[in-house]
């Protein structure tokens, strides 16, 4: 779940309010189509709700690349290596199982954050420099 741009994360996938472009608030809940008694949905709607969580997801990914500087920095004082398989495949698993209970494929939360480490991994060989030894382990 992604909480609003504006907000902050609570760890639960309950009704999550978004912001529009509009101003006006639209309803997010648990993933449930809003396809129903009155037919499908309309396809610009459906769109536009596309394009406000796309908006979420930019805002949630700045953050977490304010966060990684802090580890960056923190692996900078200490010396240590930039990938740390372990802690990715733990992050994988927690993600798929997160996805899971919430109704998302985990297959394509797993790829989705799989992208992320490895773009934000690209972040921080740049500014750390890439590990001297393959599959050596993280001080």
């Not at 499908?40 to 979420?56: A, C, F, K, M, Y």
């Not at 304010?66 to 990715?88: C, F, L, N, S, T």
């Not at 997160?98 to 992320?116: F, K, T, W």
């Amino acid at each position: 779940m992604l909480a609003p741009a504006t907000g902050t994360h609570t760890g639960t996938t309950d009704n999550v309010t978004m912001s529009s472009d509009r101003g006006s608030p639209s309803p997010v809940t648990d993933g449930q189509s809003t396809e129903g008694a009155t037919g499908p949905p309309d396809l610009t709607e459906s769109r536009r709700r596309i394009d406000d969580l796309d908006g979420q997801l930019v805002a949630v990914l700045a953050e977490r690349a304010r966060v990684v500087q802090d580890v960056v920095r923190y692996k900078r004082a200490r010396h240590m290596r930039v990938v740390d398989r372990p802690r990715e495949d733990r992050m994988l698993a927690a993600i798929g199982e997160r996805a899971g209970q919430a109704g998302l494929d985990p297959r394509i939360a797993r790829q989705v954050l799989r992208a992320i480490i490895d773009g934000f991994t690209l972040l921080e060989v740049e500014e750390l420099g890439p590990d001297l030894e393959v599959g050596s382990p993280a001080e």
